[in-house]
């Protein structure tokens, strides 16, 4: 049985740095892309990065985190990705969720939340002004 766990969420104050951590368990042996989405209160659930696991090419969503957000892979667990979060906004406060299984991420393929799927319970990120 899959299970995604996130860790890492936590409040902070604008302009400051979390790193989110999604760990795979029980994840079938095959390349897959994982993704960050996010929800706040009110507000539809909107994806925010995503890695395919073999060969690490990321993709982010446009404008809204680039230049702040990173997200990585563990070297050695190739189905553990991190999600560094710099200089962040109040409108990054949200629910992070990590979802996998998903069999590729190109050509906005992985902005579908619909089609993952594993997914986790989500961490908690509030950021205050």
């Known amino acids: 049985q899959v299970q995604l766990v996130e860790s890492g969420g936590g409040s902070v104050q604008a302009g400051g740095s979390l790193r989110l951590s999604c760990a795979a368990s029980?994840?079938?042996?095959?390349?897959?892309?994982m993704a960050w989405f996010r929800q706040a209160p009110g507000k539809e659930r909107e994806g925010v990065a995503a890695i395919y696991t073999t060969g690490g090419r990321t993709y982010y969503a446009a404008d809204s985190v680039k230049g702040r957000f990173t997200l990585s892979q563990d070297n050695a667990k190739r189905n553990t990705i991190y999600l560094q979060m710099n200089s962040l906004k109040p409108e990054d406060s949200a629910m992070y969720y990590c979802?996998?299984?998903?069999?590729?991420?190109?050509?906005?393929?992985?902005?579908?939340?619909?089609?993952?799927?594993?997914w986790g319970q989500g961490t908690q990120v509030t950021v205050s002004s």
């Open positions: 979802a996998a299984g998903l069999p590729y991420c190109s050509g906005g393929y992985w902005l579908q939340a619909e089609e993952y799927k594993y």
């Open positions: 029980g994840y079938p042996d095959r390349s897959d892309c």
